[in-house]
Every structure is written in C-alpha cells, then in structure tokens.
C-alpha cells in the first residue's frame, strides 16, 4: 500500500449519523494530519495529531493514531450535509524532510 | 481569521509559455509550499520555501519550475515552458512552523495548459 492510503474510498450516511474514514501509512512519522476539500476547492487543515498522541478531539472531529499499526481514524459525528467533501490524511515522515505526503481521500457524502 | 491568496484562481495557457502563479502567505508564517493535484489524484508535494531559500523539492519540481520571494509577502511559482501534462490545481500553503502546526492552504490555481 501506498504511504497514506484512506478507506473507504467514499462514503455515504444520513445526517445525523457518524462517518469514519481510516488512514494507513507505511513509515514511521512526526504527525498526521487530517485535511477537508470541497469539490474543487482548496485543503483546509482540520486537525493534527503528533506520533506520541493517541487521540485528539475538536468538536464534532475525533482522531486517533495507533502508530503500532501505523494507522489513523477520523470520526465525525453527528454529519451534517455541510460535511460532505473528501477527506485526506497527510503525513509528516520522520526524516522525510519539510513536506506533507497526502494520502488518498475518501470522499464523504451526507444526505438529508 | 488570516488566509492565504493565491491568483490568478484559473489560468489557461498555450503549450510552451511561462506562467507565474501568485500567492501571498499568512503575515507571520515562516514556512511557504507549492502542491499541486491532477484531477482525480493525490495532492503531490512540488516544494518548500524556508528563510529565503528552497528546503526541500520533489523530483515534479525540475528545472522548469521556479520559486520567488520577491518581496516580504509574495511567493511565486514559475513554470518556465508549459506542458499538458502540468496542467492540475496548484496549491500555495504556508505553515508557522515545522510539525507543530498544519498548514494554511490557499484555494488555489487551476492551470490549463492547451
């Protein structure tokens, strides 16, 4: 598997329930970060979790690390329609120098 | 809350011209990128930009592509002959500083090279 590769693909839930999207990596990393996209728009940063972090929250945005595994989760819950974008993991590489490797996406829809 | 611009939001060119693309960096961030996304794929890592200098570049990033800081709060991209295959949506994002915090995307350039 690639370095940053997100699953599912994409998903699609009814407001109000809970979406998860998982992120895996390959190598050892400073950080993960997490990054929404609006049908073509830009990246907007939503949260970062450092490799000696295990679970970081922000509103309805719950994200854990299991560096173990090499693997993250996003959790948003309670989706609104508002919600609906593609999401993407990116990964700060130890060592790899001052650069994000951005995974994947999964592109999330929430219907009404 | 502070953003990061980026002009022209669409540019097309002919094959084999130059394009700068432009963007003006959070005010007090010390670190400047360019990405770009072909349509459908990754967001791909072009460079960065620290202390006036070029930190780290990707092997997208040859010797067509240029960076500038030509004053305190531009910072350009220049592709110095276009090929189809550049056309994607380039992306500026600025960080204050390395690992603590994400960065600020701006909302980018769709460049068409016909």
């Known amino acids: 598997s690639q370095q940053g590769e997100e699953d599912p693909q994409a998903l699609s839930i009814q407001e109000g329930e809970n979406a998860t999207m998982n992120c895996s990596y390959k190598?050892?990393?400073?950080?993960l970060q997490w990054y929404r996209q609006n049908s073509g728009r830009g990246l907007v940063h939503l949260i970062l979790?450092?490799?000696?972090?295990r679970e970081k929250h922000s509103g309805r945005l719950r994200v854990t690390l299991d560096t173990s595994k090499k693997s993250s989760s996003l959790l948003i819950t309670a989706s609104r329609a508002a919600d609906t974008a593609s999401y993407f993991c990116?990964?700060?590489?130890?060592?790899?120098?001052?650069?994000?490797?951005f995974g994947t996406g999964t592109q999330l829809k929430v219907e009404l | 809350e502070p953003e990061v611009t980026q002009t022209p939001s669409h540019q097309v060119t002919q094959m084999g011209q130059e394009v700068i693309l432009r963007c003006v960096p959070i005010?007090?961030?010390?670190?400047f990128y360019w990405y770009r996304q072909i349509l459908g794929q990754k967001v791909e890592f072009l460079v960065s930009?620290?202390?006036?200098?070029?930190?780290?570049k990707s092997e997208i990033f040859d010797d067509q592509f240029s960076v500038e800081r030509p004053d305190g709060s531009n910072f350009t991209l220049k592709i110095r002959s276009t090929k189809l295959e550049d056309s994607a949506m380039y992306f500026c994002?600025?960080?204050?500083?390395?690992?603590?915090?994400?960065?600020?995307f701006g909302s980018g350039t769709r460049l068409t090279v016909v």
């Open positions: 994002a600025s960080s204050e500083s390395r690992g603590a915090t994400g960065y600020t």
């Open positions: 190598t050892s990393i400073n950080n």
């Open positions: 979790i450092r490799s000696n972090e």
């Open positions: 990116a990964t700060d590489i130890t060592g790899g120098g001052n650069k994000l490797t």
């Open positions: 005010s007090n961030h010390l670190y």
């Open positions: 930009f620290y202390n006036n200098e070029i930190s780290e």
